[in-house]
């Protein structure tokens, strides 16, 4: 087992990163995320039930953004 609190630590920090993407690009790499975090300190995001927390909190995140109408 890792260090305590690492992969929560890494679902938070994911979050607001995927949180920035979605408003800044309208999509999110979920994979890129973690597996960069994973870079700089491995076991970041630890269980499933951190993925899907990840996973869920992105979506209800991306369906309160305002929607784009393209350029």
């Known amino acids: 087992k890792g ?5 929560r630590t890494g679902c938070f920090i994911a979050t607001r990163i995927g949180c ?3 408003k800044a690009k309208g999509e999110v790499d979920i994979l890129g995320i973690v597996c960069r ?6 076991g970041m995001i630890q269980t499933s039930e951190q993925y899907q927390f990840l996973h ?3 979506a209800v995140y ?3 953004l305002p929607e784009t109408t393209g350029p």
């Not at 260090?3 to 992969?7: L, V």
């Not at 975090?37 to 491995?42: C, K, N, T």
């Open 56 to 58: 869920h909190t992105l």
């Open 20 to 22: 920035q993407q979605l």
């Open 3 to 7: 260090f305590a609190g690492i992969g």
């Open 62 to 64: 991306a369906s309160q």
């Open 37 to 42: 975090l994973r870079i700089d300190r491995g």
